[in-house]
């Protein structure tokens, strides 16, 4: 009888990049704290001053091209091994899929890409900054490839079929605060094992087991409690 390689999908935010460098939104010094959503990450904003959006993700794109995953990021790829896994996340780093993780959903988009303000084609800038008057063929300005307030997620569809099929969920580095993506701990199944691993929570969801801790700590810990068992 073939060992069926168990589910796991890994429900990730800003605090499992955060000992790669980067930095989180809410916590003490997050970005929130020192940019207003308002002027940076919203469609309006975007029309109002493009500028000073373009130079927003550019620096965050140079801060993600300096950055390295860490070791929750690596343990998370090496599951693979042995769980078939499945990464949503709400990151637009690409720090996941440098770790090795081969399955990755990135429901924020990623700030790697560009995409066309016209026809949403996306484009990968390989290094370059966005400036205001780059186009795309269709002459229209290029944006950030990433999910402004106000705007649809992508994959949430996949997300929650996903999360209905786990035998085991691990939220890590997320405050849960943005929906429709906290939603998607509401499809666990009552049978699944569920984590919540983070340093700080308002509220943990029903059902998971919370581990306080940083990411690059506590995961590779539970990955290889969970490999065990
Ligand atoms: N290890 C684990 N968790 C950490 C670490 C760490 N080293 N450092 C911080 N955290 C936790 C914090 O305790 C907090 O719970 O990560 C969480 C970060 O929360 P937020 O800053 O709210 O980030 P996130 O949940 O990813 O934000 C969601 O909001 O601003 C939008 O689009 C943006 O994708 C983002 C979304």
Redesign the pocket.
Known sequence: MVNQRKKLVVLS????S??SGLG????NG?L?NNHS?YDV?TPEAFHNNPELVLDFYNQRRRDVYKAQPNP?HLALAEAERDFDVTVIT???DDLHERAGSTDVYHV?GLVTQARSSLTDEVFELEGKDIHLGDTCPKGAQLRPHV?WFGEFIYHMDEAIGFVEQADIVIV???????FP?ANLVDYARADAQCFL?????DAVPYGFQYKQ????TVIPQLLAELTLS
């Open positions: 935010g800003a605090g499992v955060a000992e989180t939104f809410r916590d997050g929130w959503v990450a929750a709400q990151n637009v924020h999910v890590v580095g997320t405050s849960l605060k943005v993506f691993v983070t340093q700080d929570i801790g940083p990411a690059s």
